[in-house]
């Protein structure tokens, strides 16, 4: 196995620390011979100190939306201090925050799907991608870990995302940790707690101690720190494995002055991201059938590969491109019980496309595995035809949620 480290003070698929007083870390561990050919991702990250703000009416800038030179595959978006008092936690609980809510509604448009997000009281880290990109980004784990009030209060501390990226082990962190030079004993007790709670337990991955930013003292102005560490080359007459290819571009580090609603400063840095894939087909193909028409149910053809294991929880969901997250749903089938025929690698279900109505808007077809907790399959865009009635009904059967 090999791994290789890039550390960075912010959020982002391929490496951050996230923060004010944040350091972000992801590790890169190979899995599988890479394939020949080298992809090229960009990745947006931004980290912000929101000091208990509501979202400002307009993010372009902090979101590059109107550079037309950029063509990005991932948002990681870390924010600290967010409103974190009793009636804003309960709301939160039951609905969206007002944050993610808003870079849902500004992304999805753009084809973007929050991936994941993790919260912890003000601190809060979110990942979105190009939906095109879901099948090759696995969420392994999401983590808290408080270092406020002797380890119990969530004011201070990390949160962190753990996920597979086109075969890579990535490590995302967002910290908020203790400001001031006089705090600096402080803060690195705090930073070694962090690093401690969040390894993966796993034994076949890498955990989050293994890049050396732990030993430097760690930020406490809102920055992006990034690191790549390499391989040490072998000797020339030791035989080796061909080594995965990554390399990292940085393209802008920017503060956003303009924006006043905190007292501190968003700061953001894009990506470019040389990768070669070590995955690089999904494990289910999905085929909706053609022409689809809303005159009867959809057959939905799909194929396993062979290393894929179903689950009976299993479930495809029917999309409107433009959706906001896995939830957003207008209908879904769970694959077992209504499954009609199968053979080697084959399978066919139908799915309820009743309740939709004429519409110009294109749909998808999301493959969910419930092993994976990912989406591991998605189909390419298709219209659905107008019919000459319209039924309407609930569904009676329990409806997923992630």
Not at 19 to 42: E, F, G, I, N, Q
Not at 84 to 95: E, K, P, R, V, Y
Not at 202 to 218: S, T
Request: proline share 7%.
């Amino acid at each position: 196995m090999q791994k290789h480290t890039f550390p960075i003070q912010t959020t982002a698929d391929c490496g951050a620390a996230v923060s004010r007083r944040s350091p972000l870390s992801v590790t890169w561990m190979r899995a599988h011979p890479p394939s020949s050919m080298a992809s090229l991702l960009s990745i947006h990250v931004v980290t912000w100190n929101v000091a208990s703000a509501a979202p400002p009416p307009d993010l372009s800038d902090l979101l590059q939306l109107n550079n037309l030179n950029l063509n990005l595959d991932v948002y990681v978006i870390g924010l600290q201090e967010m409103n974190c008092g009793i009636m804003s936690l309960l709301s939160d609980t039951a609905f969206e925050d007002p944050w993610s809510s808003f870079f849902m509604d500004v992304l999805s448009p753009l084809s973007f799907v929050k991936v994941s997000s993790v919260r912890m009281q003000g601190l809060l880290l979110l990942i979105f991608a190009k939906y095109q990109h879901l099948p090759f980004i696995q969420i392994l784990s999401t983590k808290s870990t408080p270092t406020g009030l002797f380890g119990y209060w969530g004011n201070k501390g990390g949160v962190k995302i753990f996920l597979k990226f086109y075969g890579y082990y990535v490590s995302i962190v967002n910290c908020h940790l203790p400001p001031h030079v006089a705090n600096n004993d402080q803060r690195l007790e705090h930073f070694d707690r962090i690093l401690e709670m969040q390894n993966f337990e796993a034994q076949d991955v890498p955990n989050i101690l293994d890049h050396d930013e732990k030993k430097r003292k760690p930020a406490w102005t809102d920055r992006i720190l990034w690191r790549l560490k390499r391989q040490p080359q072998a000797a020339i007459h030791t035989p080796t494995l061909s080594a995965p290819h990554f390399t990292l571009f940085l393209r802008s580090y920017v503060s956003h002055m303009l924006y006043s609603v905190s007292d501190h400063k968003p700061v953001t840095s894009t990506f470019d991201l040389e990768l070669k894939p070590l995955v690089s087909a999904p494990l289910i193909t999905l085929l909706p059938e053609s022409p689809c028409t809303t005159e009867s149910d959809m057959l939905i053809s799909y194929a396993l590969t062979a290393d894929f294991l179903s689950s009976p929880w299993d479930w495809i969901g029917l999309y409107k491109v433009g959706l906001r997250h896995i939830n957003d749903y207008v209908s879904y089938v769970w694959v077992r019980d209504n499954q009609v025929s199968f053979s080697d690698g084959l399978n066919q279900v139908y799915i309820d496309i009743s309740d939709i109505r004429e519409t110009e808007d294109q749909f998808l077809l999301f493959y969910y595995s419930n092993n994976l907790h990912s989406v591991v399959g998605i189909s390419t865009p298709f219209k659905i035809q107008p019919r000459s009635f319209l039924a309407e009904g609930p569904l009676d059967e329990a409806q997923p949620q992630i």
